[in-house]
């Protein structure tokens, strides 16, 4: 794990398991990726007070899709803290409507109707990002040496950070909570294999997913 890195593992609705959040130490203060569902406020802060993170030294708050487990608490973040949103523009209308399937092939109206009632995602955890990032993306303005990668099929605008040391922070693209893995929810399969193939060719070290532990890339290509 990179020097200084928290990992909050912040619970689900209905327990079923945890989201993870990283807290990033970078040369200007911190940097936030994911946040957690609005119901893990409390241990979400409380890992950010741990971390050392209090107010005016996060510096940014970045978001690698849209999914309400991750974002319910960006919005509260931002006043909280004084620092900005940034995710994909192809994920923004899912925190700007409060509608988590903005973008993604439809479920059934009922599904759409219950997932923002069991996750807690109300409108006043609606937000619109302040930064739209993109492939390519240097973080370094923010005091870290990485990179955002365009990530799609989890869901449109997923992306993940890889940072100069090999260390991947890759949202929902791949799991770990029965082993290395793709994610078993994917927008657009073809997509999310893509993007795995993608990062076969970089130099990818570990492995820091949204839900389950940090794994080695090694790890994914012998599953």
Same mark, same amino acid.
Request: charged share 20%.
């Given at each position: ?47 950010? #007070? ?17 999914? =309400? ?21 192809? *994920? ?8 988590? =399937? ?30 739209? =990032? ?53 927008? *657009? ?13 970089? #130099? ?20």
């Amino acid at each position: 794990m990179p020097e200084g890195v928290r990992i909050a593992r912040l619970p689900l609705p209905l327990r079923m398991g945890w989201a993870n959040s990283y807290l990033l130490p970078s040369a200007h203060g911190f940097v936030l990726i994911d946040t957690g569902g609005a119901g893990a406020r409390r241990a979400l802060l409380q890992a950010l #007070a741990q971390g050392g993170c209090g107010q005016g030294s996060l510096r940014l708050i970045l978001l690698t899709h849209g999914d =309400f487990d991750h974002t319910g608490n960006a919005g509260y973040l931002r006043v909280a803290f004084g620092a900005p949103i940034a995710m994909h523009r192809e *994920d923004a209308a899912m925190g700007e409507r409060g509608d988590m =399937f903005a973008g993604r092939k439809q479920p059934n109206s009922l599904v759409r109707a219950l997932v923002p009632l069991f996750t807690g995602f109300g409108k006043s955890e609606r937000f619109a990002p302040d930064l739209c =990032f993109d492939e390519g993306d240097d973080l370094s303005r923010y005091g870290l040496e990485a990179t955002v990668l365009w990530l799609p099929g989890h869901s449109r605008g997923s992306i993940g950070v890889l940072t100069a040391g090999g260390q991947l922070f890759c949202g929902d693209l791949l799991e770990n909570t029965k082993g290395p893995a793709l994610n078993s929810l994917m927008d *657009d399969r073809a997509a999310g294999q893509a993007s795995v193939e993608r990062l076969r060719a970089m #130099a990818v070290g570990t492995v820091y997913p949204g839900h389950g532990e940090p794994f080695g890339m090694e790890a994914l290509a012998r599953a």
